[in-house]
């Protein structure tokens, strides 16, 4: 059998198998796509529970979904619907989108030899990108987390190219400004 | 910072992955989905030889149904515009469905000159809720998860605790709407679920959101599913689950209700049976003022072929504040008297338009493109007015996955005021239009009334 994690494999590969009853194929998207998607969910709602559901959930439709409705890469509809559904649940609920996003960021680990500088910096850059506009946030979290092209971006926040550039290019702007005292990282 | 370092600094982090129970939950989907498609493909299979057994009895049986559908299309219902008039008691029986009568409320018809609204109220009783839709107000809920857990405690008996992504008593997920037309209003399951649990019905936003969020997480690692029903211990210990997706028609879905009650009770041990009479779920919905002078709306609204009804019901409230409901009121009671309600107010009835329950698919007032709702004082004898309204909305918005809704309707209603007490005795807007995703879309119709007292 061949190895779900593979990088041969594509998620329409993936999405086939799983509809011919491949368990592991399922898990071989999930491992793929889990870790920067939950991140996201996160960043959006502020709240690691409700980004568990929405992730649930996103991975419920994107089985449940026409195959006609799925490009090679599942990647821009499981995003998507997340943003969708965070979307749906801020407007129902008090929670306010953004307010929490030191919850997402402080999920985040790095290679640090010493955890009192990796906490520090922790801090600082999630109280960062804390203080940027909501949209310029979700910029940084898509291209730098999750590792998608302007493109993508676009069209999973459903706005121009040029307007997705632009608010990473200003994030990154302002993130260097609040950042101006961390010049001398460990 | 230069953007190059920032860039690097931000790139000596990485997303961790996420907790390991979300994987089993994603993984439990995903069998349950592939076992239905299994059972799915395999079924005709296995029915084949029943179906060629009873093959001139199925023939027979959809040339019925279809004759049924066809006589549906083709004949007008009084009622519908330009449909045929009333000819007769026959007719009226035909069309006015007496069962309708047991849905809450009945509109009063105490002012002289409602008989010019008989085709309105033709009309409502043709989109009201049936008797066996409304079965599940039967079972004795409780709605406050504490109180059920302190009964289940003092009364020694596992909670059949059900949980929904909304409000599962108003509007709420698709699933949960079948479930609670279905299996929920089955004489067998409201027997065995009243007699042997307590039941509980809650918002799994709400939990989420409240105290019950570790409870709520402690039943998914037990039994991992999205929502749905869980049969639970007093201490807190999953004895059975169910997901609360459709089955295979009803009787398969009940069945599989059954079937979990029975594994929750087997593993919990025999219990004494129960007799509480079901309480009030709603007692301001649709009737009377509460005490800070705002009133609650009942909402029907469902899917509808030629005037008829023709799906389920959506169940639902909308609550008017008293500054908005005496917008509702004529500024002076003369016949001829018009105004118009406030285009906010004219806003918050978009709701109506959509017949799936799920609040997902609702158009809320920020999606009008149009609402308007008139009024005018068509009548003032006897010490009541009659006030004829009319309205019309259209709406635009999206599904959670970004696919286009659009609705559109128009509607007609009479509210009936006392006169010398200055107060409504009672509201009816009935609307038909189109809601689904463009360029297609569903004949739908809705139902909004109160009054001022229970009849």
């Known amino acids: ?186 | 910072m230069n953007p190059e370092d920032v860039e690097r600094l931000l790139g000596r982090f990485e997303p961790a992955p996420p907790p390991e129970r979300l994987e089993q939950n994603v993984l439990a989907e995903g069998e349950k989905l592939l076992r239905r498609e299994s059972e799915r493909a395999f079924g005709p299979t296995r029915r084949a030889r029943e179906t060629r057994r009873w093959g001139i009895a199925g023939v027979a049986a959809a040339c019925l149904i279809l004759s049924a559908v066809l006589w549906r299309v083709l004949v007008p219902r009084p009622g519908d515009p330009g449909g045929a008039p009333c000819q007769g008691a026959n007719e009226f029986e035909t069309h006015l469905d007496t069962a309708a009568a047991a849905g809450p409320p009945a509109f009063p018809t105490g002012a002289p000159s409602l008989e010019t609204y008989a085709p309105l109220f033709r009309r409502a009783d043709a989109l009201k809720p049936l008797a066996e839709e409304l079965r599940w107000q039967n079972i004795p809920w409780v709605t406050d998860l504490e109180e059920a857990q302190r009964l289940a405690r003092t009364e020694r008996r596992p909670l059949f605790l059900w949980v929904s992504s909304d409000d599962p008593l108003g509007r709420c997920c698709s699933c949960a709407a079948g479930l609670r037309v279905g299996p929920l209003s089955q004489e067998e399951a409201i027997r065995r679920i009243s007699a042997s649990f307590v039941p509980a019905a809650a918002d799994k936003k709400a939990l989420e959101k409240g105290n019950h969020k570790e409870f709520l997480r402690s039943l998914k690692r037990q039994n991992p599913q999205y929502h749905g029903i869980w049969i639970v211990s007093p201490e807190g210990k999953v004895l059975a689950g169910h997901d609360d997706r459709k089955g295979k028609g009803l009787e398969g879905w009940t069945r599989e209700i059954i079937e979990t009650l029975e594994t929750g009770l087997k593993a919990f041990g025999p219990v004494e049976p129960r007799t509480v009479a079901p309480p009030d779920l709603f007692p301001h919905r649709g009737v009377g003022v509460q005490p800070g002078g705002s009133v609650t709306l009942a909402v029907y609204t469902r899917l509808m072929l030629k005037g008829g009804r023709d799906g389920p019901l959506a169940f639902d409230s909308l609550t008017l504040s008293m500054e908005e409901w005496v917008m509702l009121f004529p500024p002076r009671v003369a016949v001829g008297e018009e105004w118009g309600v406030p285009e906010a107010l004219a806003r918050k009835f978009c709701r109506i338009l959509s017949p799936v329950s799920d609040p997902d698919f609702m158009p809320r007032p920020e999606h009008a493109k149009r609402a308007e709702l008139r009024a005018a004082v068509a009548s003032v004898e006897g010490g009541t007015a009659t006030v004829r309204l009319s309205g019309r909305w259209e709406t635009e918005h999206s599904t959670p996955d970004g696919k286009p809704l659009r609705g559109s309707a128009s509607g007609e209603g009479v509210a009936v005021l006392d006169v010398r007490k200055k107060t409504m005795l009672s509201f009816l807007l009935v609307t038909t239009g189109v809601f689904g995703q463009p360029p297609e879309g569903r004949e739908c119709g809705a139902v909004v009334e109160w009054t001022s007292t229970t009849p």
């Open chain 1, 1 to 186: 059998m061949p190895n779900v994690l593979s990088t041969e494999s594509s998620d329409g590969d993936l999405v086939g198998r799983f509809r011919a009853g491949d368990l592991e194929a399922l898990l071989g998207l999930y491992r793929r796509y889990s870790g920067p998607l939950y991140l996201y969910a996160c960043s959006l709602t502020g709240d690691p529970a409700c980004a568990e559901d929405l992730v649930q959930e996103a991975f419920v439709r994107l089985m449940s979904v026409g195959r006609e409705r799925l490009r090679e890469s599942v990647r821009p509809f499981l995003y998507t619907i997340v943003r969708n559904l965070a979307r749906d649940e801020s407007r129902r609920s008090s929670i306010e989108r953004g307010h929490a996003p030191a919850l997402a960021f402080r999920a985040m680990r790095a290679e640090f030899a010493d955890p009192g500088s990796l906490k520090r910096l922790e801090q600082a850059v999630a109280g960062a990108l804390e203080k940027l506009p909501e949209e310029q946030r979700e910029a940084v979290v898509l291209k730098v987390y999750v590792g998608m092209t302007f493109d993508e971006i676009a069209e999973v926040v459903g706005v121009p190219q040029g307007t997705a550039i632009s608010r990473y290019r200003y994030a990154i702007g302002k993130l260097g400004e609040l950042l101006a005292d961390k010049e001398e990282v460990p």
